[in-house]
């Protein structure tokens, strides 16, 4: 949902927004499986052609030159696994995101569409392994939307040529959309992105017009973390998909910013709006469970609850991470999953 903390590895929807609270305080087909080997790096298309390269990029850490167009790329977190996913690139090689476990939804269509079976996947609960990046031999190496670049780079570099952001505060501002054409800059695809985007420009925009009833009703998106109840739809929060599709902040909103954003349960009114959205990522960790907050005497006199316009965002199968973190693959996914609990929030069902 906002621009301000994109984790180094979405690893799930917990340790997401674990890291959500440390920084911030706060959308297909189908084909065979293939040697992943085979199909790692393989471009879908609007690639730039040979005489494109070489392509000399300014970081925060000195100059990227990538010599020709890159075939095997690296990725150093999920959200840069994503980039290349919706560029139509298989990673020769991703840190494990999920765990071992299963990977979401909307990662595992676009590994069907381009014919992959799987990802081969690196160990990162203790950070990247170079290591393992470097017995893939990439030809270049992505790192967009990591947080530990700064410690990173100076053994990156000699693997492969590291494409990253220009400043070190960008870790934290930089769009999907601006971390999608920096990359495609470096891969020769910068059309690609440019069909990407317009391609999720066009997803939100089709889906606010399929929903009038959205254009201006008032929302409240809270998350519970293991400390606070917290009001994440602060006032400096970025729009995000929420307002792309027709909703606007409180009045309340004001009062909050991403430093002072806890709701104490003697204050729950604040949570008031036409729609209150809620999740719960840390389940058993968080502060109180669903149906606590539920059975709260205050939460249940709230106007937005008696009236049936509250809804919470599913944590277990990713959607409150994608929501705190869109990106260019996981977009056009949000809005498909997003906007029917919107609809029945609204419509009070």
């Given at each position: 949902m906002n621009r301000l903390a994109r984790p180094a590895a979405r690893r799930s929807a917990v340790r997401t927004l674990i890291a959500a609270a440390a920084a911030a305080t706060l959308l297909v087909g189908c084909g065979g499986a293939k040697d992943d080997k085979a199909d790692a790096g393989k471009p879908s298309g609007g690639a730039a052609p040979a005489a494109a390269f070489p392509v000399t990029l300014t970081n925060a850490w000195g100059k990227?030159?990538?010599?020709?167009?890159?075939?095997?790329?690296?990725?150093?977190?999920d959200g840069d696994t994503s980039i290349a996913l919706a560029l139509g690139l298989v990673p020769v090689i991703t840190p494990d995101a999920e765990d071992g476990g299963p990977i979401p939804e909307y990662k595992q269509r676009a590994l069907t569409k381009l014919g992959a079976g799987k990802l081969k996947t690196y160990d990162d609960t203790d950070g990247t392994d170079f290591e393992a990046i470097a017995a893939e031999a990439p030809d270049v190496i992505l790192g967009m939307n990591t947080w530990?670049?700064?410690?990173?780079?100076?053994?990156?570099?000699?693997?492969?040529?590291?494409?990253?952001?220009?400043?070190?505060?960008?870790?934290?501002?930089?769009?999907?959309?601006?971390?999608?054409?920096?990359?495609?800059?470096?891969?020769?695809?910068?059309?690609?992105?440019?069909?990407?985007i317009a391609a999720n420009g066009k997803a939100i925009a089709d889906a606010a017009a399929a929903h009038p009833e959205f254009k201006g009703k008032t929302y409240t998106y809270a998350v519970v973390h293991p400390e606070q109840l917290t009001f994440m739809s602060h006032a400096d929060q970025d729009p995000g998909i929420f307002e792309q599709i027709g909703l606007k902040k409180t009045a309340k909103a004001t009062a909050y910013t991403a430093d002072k954003n806890s709701v104490s349960l003697e204050n729950l009114d604040e949570l008031e709006a036409d729609v209150l959205l809620m999740t719960y990522p840390f389940g058993d960790n968080g502060l109180l469970s669903a149906s606590e907050l539920e059975s709260n005497k205050l939460f249940q006199s709230l106007t937005v609850v008696k009236g049936k316009h509250y809804a919470v965002i599913p944590a277990e199968n990713t959607l409150s991470s994608a929501v705190a973190y869109p990106d260019a693959l996981n977009f056009p996914w949000v809005i498909e999953k997003l906007t029917p609990i919107l609809a029945k929030a609204v419509a009070g069902k």
């Open positions: 990227t030159e990538v010599e020709k167009k890159p075939l095997k790329v690296a990725t150093v977190s530990s670049m700064d410690t990173d780079y100076a053994k990156l570099a000699p693997i492969a040529p590291v494409v990253t952001y220009s400043d070190k505060k960008h870790a934290d501002t930089l769009t999907w959309q601006e971390r999608l054409k920096n990359a495609a800059k470096a891969l020769g695809m910068t059309a690609e992105a440019d069909k990407v």
